[in-house]
């Protein structure tokens, strides 16, 4: 008798959710897998340990947060501007790490050494 592989898993998955810290979820988060990215306000490109800031969002009907831009110290937000209701949003500092996956053998540029800045939970707008 062979076996079936499992169903993979999705966002929408009936899995039960697990409440964590934001540290936990963004130390490890991927930002690229061609290069450890540049600052969208000047352009400087960035070097693996450097130090960044980022912002990071996710809507509430989603499970996965999105790191959609980052800055380089002078021009990184020290607050957030206009928090969006039913997205929770924060502005994150850290460093440019790198995680290897061992089974695509493929680097990835990640964010390690986490700090928040500032945080809107998606109650605020």
Do not use: K, N
Not at 3 to 30: I, K, M, R, W
Not at 95 to 108: A, I, K, M, S
């Amino acid at each position: 008798m062979t076996q079936s592989a499992p169903e993979p898993v999705t966002e929408e998955s009936d899995l039960p959710l697990v409440t964590t810290s934001l540290y936990q979820v963004l130390t490890g988060h991927a930002i690229s897998d061609r290069s450890p990215g540049q600052c969208v306000g000047c352009g400087e490109a960035f070097t693996v340990g450097e130090i960044v800031f980022a912002t990071a969002e996710r809507c509430v009907e989603r499970t996965r947060w999105r790191v959609p831009r980052l800055y380089c110290w002078g021009c990184a937000p020290a607050v957030l501007e206009s928090p969006t209701v039913g997205v929770s949003e924060a502005i994150i500092g850290g460093r440019v790490g790198t995680r290897l996956d061992p089974t695509g053998q493929v680097t990835q540029y990640c964010l390690t050494e986490i700090a928040i800045r500032a945080y809107s939970p998606a109650s605020h707008g």
